[in-house]
């Protein structure tokens, strides 16, 4: 057994049916990701859409992309023809230019939104009051070329479980506050990576996104 495929299996080991694991396969070249492939492994997870698109063209084609990093406008072109999912939909304008370049590919994107709730301000996502108060002005019916599947998340980087906890908790909260404006494909809780999915899992996750306990640290 490969090294991937053991840690695959180990990971896979630790969840709970119906969580889904998205691999988490940034700045590791292809040949990794098809190591994970021919373990079984059909979700990955990209941050930056030019590497994204690269890795697309160069993989099976019943591989299913997420869109995991902040994405700027200019950028969703690499991606909109093929991603199965964008999970870091943080704002409205990008929500607008998501809607765009779906319709230009005659399709319909799904998108999770990605919401703030760590206490670093460096990490992004929607303000939850903020995306509540667009949600219930029906702000999403202007854009018929997303559809809206659930919350992602990330929790606060500490080692104090309590807080990492209680992150969680609030994005659980988020997704059951926003389920009645959307309809039933509103359906995924995105948190949880390699450091702490145990914990999201515990607080409903029905995906994890774990990159480096299957491919290793990665080198920037
Ligand atoms: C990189 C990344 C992950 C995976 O992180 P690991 O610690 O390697 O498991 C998960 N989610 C997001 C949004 C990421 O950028």
């Keep these: 057994m490969s090294l991937i495929e053991d840690n695959l299996h180990n990971v896979r080991a630790t969840l709970p049916e119906g969580v889904r694991l998205l691999a988490v396969s940034k700045f590791h070249p292809a040949e990794m990701i098809r190591e994970a492939y021919d373990a079984g492994q059909r979700l990955?997870?990209?941050?930056?859409?030019?590497?994204?698109?690269e890795?697309?063209?160069?993989?099976?084609?019943?591989?299913?992309?997420?869109?995991i990093g902040?994405?700027?406008?200019?950028?969703i072109k690499y991606i909109a023809p093929f991603v199965t999912m964008i999970e870091s939909l943080d704002s409205e304008r990008l929500a607008a230019a998501i809607d765009k370049e779906a319709a230009k590919c005659g399709r319909v994107i799904d998108c999770l939104l990605?919401?703030?709730?760590?206490?670093?301000?460096?990490?992004?996502?929607?303000?939850?009051?903020?995306?509540?108060?667009?949600?219930?002005?029906?702000?999403?019916?202007?854009?018929?070329?997303?559809?809206?599947?659930g919350v992602m998340g990330m929790a606060t980087f500490t080692d104090d479980e309590t807080v990492v906890r209680?992150?969680?908790?609030?994005?659980a909260e988020c997704k059951r506050a926003l389920a009645p404006y959307f309809g039933?494909?509103?359906?995924?809780?995105?948190?949880?990576?390699?450091?702490?999915?145990?914990?999201?899992?515990?607080?409903?996750?029905?995906?994890?996104?774990?990159?480096?306990?299957?491919f290793g640290p990665r080198v920037y």
């Design 55 to 67: 890795k697309y063209a160069l993989l099976p084609k019943d591989i299913e992309w997420h869109m």
């Design 184 to 214: 039933e494909a509103f359906d995924t809780l995105s948190m949880g990576m390699s450091e702490d999915y145990p914990i999201a899992v515990e607080c409903g996750a029905t995906e994890v996104r774990i990159g480096s306990t299957i």
């Design 166 to 171: 209680g992150d969680f908790m609030r994005l």
């Design 44 to 53: 990955f997870g990209e941050n930056r859409p030019q590497e994204l698109k």
């Design 70 to 75: 902040h994405l700027q406008t200019n950028k």
């Design 114 to 149: 990605e919401i703030h709730v760590a206490q670093e301000q460096t990490k992004s996502g929607w303000d939850y009051a903020e995306l509540e108060e667009f949600v219930r002005g029906g702000g999403f019916a202007a854009y018929p070329n997303i559809r809206i599947r």
